[in-house]
């Protein structure tokens, strides 16, 4: 039998233990390699402004994440990327989820945001109280089945046995015209998205009544969350540090604009603000809205919510389904 050289030996096993040190190595590279997630948004939407802070400081990256946002032009753009494969996830509210879950998908909704819309008056306009919209002209973001709408329209029914949609007179239009109706002097008071109303608050208008504040006389307990991430269950359970990993980066990113002033003067061009007042009312609204509680607790709002709604709205808004769907609000984090 032939003998290998003791040199020729030593070199062989020094090789095996470089090579092995060097697949070793490249295989820690290839574990320590972000997962890519694609984030689908609207192009002007506010949550483009989280997901740049999350990418400015590399938060995602931290988290083994490598985020890809895909900017899309409306709301039902989203909905069909993610139903289409296109982007793994998407914000939109939980009524969505809720419905699509009834007709068997396994979509599920992470909180992102608790910032609510707001009834905005003028201050010199002599709208005191909800009893003084009688017979005024209200102006509400959205359709008749907005959900801030139906919340006033409940409120307003069990504190004054009032049907807003009677006793006043509402419009339905897109958001910016109707701030710019109401700065016209077209309409009495405008129901808006959180975003415009911060807007109008910059030029002096005032918040007759904050959404969220309704909620605790609709048997809404605590803060209630209006949109979040949703992705899939599968997606979920196929990369679960990934999706962990997004919404601690997610986190993180709104402790960071919660606290640091500089950084949405960073943000400020992003944002459209063009003047000190509209970026710290907007800034002052994105912190009201950050997310509270745990995911226990958004269940229990959210539940509560739907059933107001579902009242409210009826089976257009909601389906055929009496309550929310289980599985809607996601519990894995």
Request: charged content about 20%; aromatic content about 8%; proline content about 4%.
């Amino acid at each position: 039998m032939n003998r290998l050289h003791p040199r020729v030996l030593l070199a062989w096993s020094f090789g095996l233990l470089l090579a092995g040190l060097l697949l070793g190595g490249l295989g820690r590279a290839v574990a320590a390699e972000p997962t890519v997630l694609r984030v689908g948004v609207l192009k002007f939407g506010t949550v483009s402004w989280e997901l740049d802070v999350i990418r400015y400081h590399g938060l995602d990256r931290q988290y083994g994440v490598a985020l890809e946002v895909v900017e899309l032009a409306n709301k039902d753009a989203t909905a069909i990327a993610l139903q289409g494969g296109a982007v793994d996830i998407i914000v939109t509210d939980w009524l969505w989820v809720s419905r699509q879950r009834d007709a068997g998908a396994d979509y599920t909704f992470v909180a992102y945001s608790e910032a609510s819309g707001a009834l905005m008056v003028r201050p010199d306009g002599g709208i005191r109280s909800l009893g003084d919209l009688a017979g005024k002209r209200i102006g509400v973001a959205g359709s008749a089945l907005d959900k801030s709408w139906l919340l006033l329209r409940a409120h307003t029914q069990r504190t004054a046995g009032r049907e807003l949609m009677d006793s006043a007179r509402v419009v339905f239009a897109a958001p910016p015209l109707l701030n710019e109706k109401f700065l016209q002097g077209e309409l009495d008071a405008v129901l808006n998205f959180w975003q415009y109303a911060a807007r109008l608050q910059a030029q002096g208008m005032v918040p007759l009544v904050q959404v969220q504040d309704l909620l605790a006389g609709l048997g809404v307990p605590g803060r209630l969350p209006l949109i979040g991430y949703v992705f899939s269950e599968r997606l979920a359970a196929a990369r679960p540090d990934a999706v962990r990993g997004f919404i601690a980066a997610s986190r993180a990113a709104q402790a960071l604009l919660r606290t640091s002033d500089a950084e949405w003067a960073r943000l400020q061009p992003l944002t459209g603000a063009t003047d000190a007042a509209t970026l710290a009312a907007l800034r002052e609204g994105y912190r009201r809205g950050i997310p509270s509680g745990s995911a226990a607790d958004h269940q229990a709002a959210i539940q509560a919510a739907y059933r107001v709604l579902a009242e409210t709205g009826g089976a257009v808004l909601v389906g055929k389904s009496a309550g929310l769907a289980p599985g809607t609000v996601w519990q894995g984090w």
